[in-house]
């Protein structure tokens, strides 16, 4: 029952998030790692705040031992994108972090990383599930840790300064440091506390910090940093005078912004502000990347300045590709992470959330000054999204009706062209587009819209959920 999704492999707590299913995919990957003869290069070993992290990666780090390959066990909590920097800092193989992301409280999961700090592909995620399959418990081998540093097969590493002044050797700081923004930050409970708020100190940031004690319950939210999430801070930014409010996710790589007004900034706008400050501003040349749920506003951008916006597949590892294969500027998603060229193959919400605070230091303009300038410029568009919970019956009847019969309902605007390449896209002409996928993480059928207004987007996502009640 151990499959992998976009993100890795989540599942719930005590139900299939157990020791016995995280030795089986450790031992389906040491397996491989074994057949490729990749023992002694090493295995960097990461885990976040969430209930059982420290102890799964502690199984992780036992059944690899247990193999006789190398382990690099960070030595404590770390967001995910420090683990991606130290596969390729230490130039390992293959990572593994304990996380579950923005998922609710009761899941856990793992996330496998490959050689440069990349997200496993979906041929890696296929072999593992497939040695997964051949094996049972009694083919598992484990080693006592202590037992484990003793041999040396077990290494403690911090990686934590490294990282940290990878990010800060991309940024201006010392423009930033005179500007002495005022900055609250909810890491939200979650493994980027002490990362962002490190990066804010250096550059002379006045920081706040609410929600950042350990909770496993992430205080009743989901870790995710939305609009609905991030309420406290869009009351707080704007009545205590903060210039922005940051919220980053349960692992660390997805990035929430409040701007200066206490108004929610949108991952989309976000994406857009850094690629158009990047061209215009920093005088950076190249293309950008995003999924097929994100913003055609950014193929705007694009083409006003000679470049091309490449539009891929949802999950970061299409994204991380086509910005290596493109020599890509930026690249994102519509649910709040990105990555710059030069920093790792990855989403990263301290170097995103650094990046904006340059943004606003260099130009003297506020987000939304900056934003109103994108939108005097290259229009505005309506972005929406609606999640649909679904149990396994109505999975398929859904899947039969859009992607085998391939029916669409009557929309009342032209379409210029259906794409099935990643769920279900339909492109409109001249107007706008509409996305239907089960997500790869959660059990929902996730749609978005994006139209020039508001009220043909909630038509378009009314019609849709018509359609496939």
């Not at 995910?80 to 899941?107: F, I, Q, R």
């Not at 496998?112 to 700090?117: D, L, V």
């Not at 990066?199 to 870790?223: T, W, Y």
């Not at 934003?371 to 039969?400: C, L, P, V, W």
């Amino acid at each position: 029952m151990i499959k992998f999704g976009t993100g890795g492999w989540r599942a719930i707590i005590g139900d299939e998030f157990i020791k016995d299913n995280v030795y089986l995919l450790t031992q389906g990957l040491a397996d491989i790692i074994k057949e490729e003869g990749y023992e002694s290069q090493g295995v960097v070993v990461g885990y976040d705040r969430r209930f059982l992290s420290d102890k799964a990666a502690g199984w992780i780090t036992q059944v690899l031992a247990g193999n006789g390959i190398k382990v690099l066990l960070i030595e404590e909590y770390a967001p995910t994108p420090l683990v991606m920097y130290a596969v390729n800092k230490y130039d390992t193989p293959y990572g593994a972090a304990v996380t579950a992301s923005h998922n609710a409280y009761d899941y856990n999961g793992i996330k496998i990383f490959t050689r440069g700090g990349r997200d496993a592909d979906e041929e890696l995620t296929n072999r593992i599930e497939d040695q997964i399959a051949r094996i049972d418990l009694n083919d598992v081998n484990t080693i006592d840790f202590f037992v484990g540093i003793a041999k040396g097969l077990i290494e403690i590493i911090d990686p934590f300064n490294d990282y940290i002044d990878s990010i800060i050797s991309i940024l201006d700081i010392e423009t930033i440091s005179k500007m002495r923004l005022k900055v609250l930050f909810d890491p939200m409970f979650g493994a980027s506390k002490i990362s962002l708020n490190t990066v804010l100190n250096i550059m002379r940031c006045q920081v706040d910090i609410i929600n950042a004690k350990h909770n496993p319950l992430f205080g009743g939210r989901i870790p995710s940093p939305t609009s609905y999430t991030l309420k406290a801070l869009s009351n707080l930014v704007p009545e205590q005078g903060y210039d922005l409010g940051l919220g980053t996710d349960g692992d660390g790589d997805r990035l929430g912004i409040i701007d200066e007004r206490g108004e929610y900034v949108h991952p989309n706008q976000i994406l857009c502000l850094l690629y158009y400050y990047l061209l215009k501003f920093k005088g950076w040349k190249g293309d950008v990347v995003r999924n097929i749920a994100t913003t055609n506003i950014l193929d705007r951008i694009a083409k006003a300045y000679g470049q091309t916006c490449h539009e891929v597949p949802v999950g970061f590892k299409h994204i991380s590709a086509a910005m290596d294969k493109y020599n890509a500027v930026i690249g994102g998603e519509s649910s709040g992470g990105l990555t710059i060229r030069g920093h790792i193959m990855g989403k990263d919400a301290t170097m995103a959330a650094g990046l904006m605070i340059e943004m606003i230091s260099v130009t003297g303009m506020s987000i939304s000054q900056l934003m109103n300038q994108i939108h005097q410029r290259f229009g505005y568009t309506y972005f929406d999204e609606r999640n649909i919970e679904f149990n396994m019956e109505s999975k398929a009847r859904i899947s039969g009706l859009l992607f085998e019969d391939k029916k669409l309902p009557a929309f009342p605007y032209n379409i210029e062209k259906v794409s099935y390449r990643d769920g279900l896209k339909v492109y409109f002409k001249n107007q706008g587009w509409v996305v239907l996928r089960f997500s790869g993480t959660e059990p929902l059928l996730r749609i978005f819209v994006e139209m020039p207004t508001k009220e043909e987007a909630e038509q378009v996502l009314n019609i849709m959920e018509e359609f496939i009640q």
